[in-house]
């Protein structure tokens, strides 16, 4: 008995040691599981990571060395990597945006090019309303315009060079001829180099410079240097209106002329081959200068932060006296990314929005950094045809567009901007002037130019077009450093967000482009490769298949 109850006791023991060792392997293999799962995501997210620590390396320099009072010269040291990352970035913008545009018009057809081309147009037109009447809602409940913030920050010499009388100041239409002068470039290396807008002059100084009728009748353009508002007095004098040439890419020009090209190109079948293969050999070859540059991010973007934050003069009197513009700009920047953008992608297309927010964190603080969208653009493509899987041909299409038209964020602040020097200024403002705020708002951010401050040059329309002083406007000036990187974020995000919404609108049309273009290979192929059928059809003059004759011998035995 004592045996057997011995040999059960030992059998006990001996599972449960076996049962241990088993649990032990589990959780090593639990562990191993849970180590390697933490290594896919850091591996994945590798690149989010090492920039946005290059963002909180910025911040925590630039308000660590902000009391050392340090020189002019150490400013500049600080700031120089950012300097150059920026070079690089601004480097590729144009060759990316002639090749991404032409390779990705080519391989559609003129007829889903005008369809993608509408639903985008229309998607901005939409989206930036949005932005206008929120940034108006908003600013008429917060309330951000104090009276006495009018003299409460120090006027600086920047702010008194760009104060402007209301007869020197540009209009709403002006905006709109240049938006068409710039679209339609008379010289395609000019637009390289220069954009089209047009200035008032003096009408005597209009005689120095030509005959004033042809400048006011025909807009002759002349060039920047030929022009000087400053030294001109203000009152009793006519002005003229004339458009100059300024330096800074005319970008609507060469996405309007590759886009013609692109659709073109696709139409001439086999003989267009080579080009679009070239094109789209340069656009993976900047593709790849971008993988290089992105491993430079942080050095860049805490360099450009840091910079920014030691050359501002007074960063808290500045932020206290403006903290309710600040906060109705970030709020309505908030609600459009987290509230309106998630509910446009899941009505159209049905998935986790926040998921593709994610996916778009690098290009975001990329953005953020460089407070430009065509310096982010790079980044955006890599982030959205390998990690967001969107279809190539509606990123190479509408990305480039949303970067020049697209500004949903210019749209906001513009609108705050007016109601806010209004409120300053106690200005009340009934129901056509609201609209009017609206309407300016939209249309101005649409025209918007690709040069720094751009927003601020527009504020100066909406202004005008509500009789709003335009002098204070110049007080914007101290903090449009900080809001122009938040409302950098609003017009990234917007040129995504429409490239998902149109990829999915379009999805039938580049089903029935794949199959176009899987037959379409037939005529890439030279002459010699193909002959005409009875029909006149072109056919291939290779069989389809080949019936060999194979011979099997079996071996005969020897008698």
């Known amino acids: 008995m004592c045996s057997v109850y011995e040999m059960a006791q030992s059998q006990q023991s001996f599972l449960k040691q076996e049962a241990g060792q088993l649990s032990r392997e589990d959780t090593l293999l639990k562990m191993t599981d849970h180590r390697s799962s933490w290594s896919r995501l850091l591996a994945d997210n590798k690149l989010i990571l090492i920039t946005l620590s290059g963002v909180l390396l910025g911040v925590i320099i630039g308000f660590t060395f902000r009391p050392l009072g340090l020189s002019s010269d150490s400013l500049m040291l600080i700031a120089y990597p950012g300097e150059l990352f920026m070079r690089v970035l601004k480097l590729m913008i144009l060759p990316l945006v002639i090749a991404s545009l032409i390779s990705g018009s080519s391989s559609l057809n003129a007829k889903l090019n005008g369809k993608i081309a509408l639903r985008t147009f229309v998607y901005f037109l939409i989206t930036s309303l949005l932005n206008a009447v929120l940034g108006t809602t908003l600013a008429l409940i917060i309330h951000p315009g104090n009276p006495t913030a009018e003299g409460a920050l120090p006027e600086t010499e920047m702010l008194r060079d760009t104060r402007l009388n209301k007869a020197r100041t540009v209009s709403l239409m002006d905006s709109v001829l240049d938006l068409g002068r710039n679209i339609f470039p008379d010289n395609i290396f000019q637009a390289a180099l220069q954009q089209a807008h047009t200035v008032y002059v003096p009408k005597e100084m209009s005689a120095t410079l030509g005959n004033s009728t042809e400048l006011s009748q025909t807009s002759a353009p002349v060039t920047s240097s030929s022009v000087n508002l400053v030294d001109w007095p203000e009152q009793n004098v006519e002005w003229i209106r004339i458009v100059e040439y300024r330096s800074g890419t005319n970008s609507l020009g060469i996405v309007f002329f590759c886009l013609v090209f ?260 037939d005529d890439i192929m030279s002459d010699d490769q193909c002959e005409q059928d009875v029909n006149g059809k072109r056919k291939l003059s290779f069989p389809n298949s080949v019936i060999l004759n194979v011979e099997v011998s079996t071996p005969v035995s020897n008698p």
């Open 262 to 521: 692109g659709t073109l190109l696709g139409t001439i079948g086999r003989k267009g081959y080579v080009v679009v293969q070239f094109f789209s050999a340069i656009f993976d070859v900047i593709m790849k200068m971008v993988t290089g540059v992105m491993w430079l991010t942080p050095i860049g973007i805490s360099s450009v932060i840091a910079g920014k934050i030691l050359s501002v003069e007074d960063v808290g009197f500045v932020m206290t006296q403006l903290a309710w513009f600040i906060f109705t700009i970030a709020l309505g920047v908030f609600l459009y990314q987290w509230v309106i953008l998630q509910a446009i992608y899941f009505v159209f297309l049905r998935k986790n929005p926040f998921r593709f927010y994610l996916g778009l964190v690098q290009p975001i603080l990329t953005g953020f950094a460089t407070a430009s969208t065509a310096a982010a653009l790079p980044l955006t493509f890599r982030c959205m045809n390998e990690r967001l899987k969107i279809d190539s041909r509606i990123t190479r299409f509408v990305l480039p567009i949303g970067c020049n038209i697209n500004m949903d964020g210019t749209a906001l602040f513009i609108a705050v901007a007016s109601i806010f020097i209004a409120q300053m200024s106690n200005m009340t403002l009934n129901v056509g002037q609201i609209v009017t705020v609206v309407l300016s708002s939209t249309a101005a951010s649409m025209s918007s130019a690709s040069i720094p401050s751009a927003a601020l040059v527009l504020l100066l329309i909406a202004l005008s077009a509500i009789d709003a002083p335009i002098n204070n406007a110049t007080l914007l000036f101290a903090i449009d450093w900080f809001v122009d990187r938040i409302r950098t974020t609003n017009n990234l995000l917007g040129d995504c967000y429409a490239a998902a919404v149109v990829e999915h609108l379009s999805r039938n049309e580049l089903k029935i482009s794949d199959i176009d273009a899987y037959y379409k290979d």
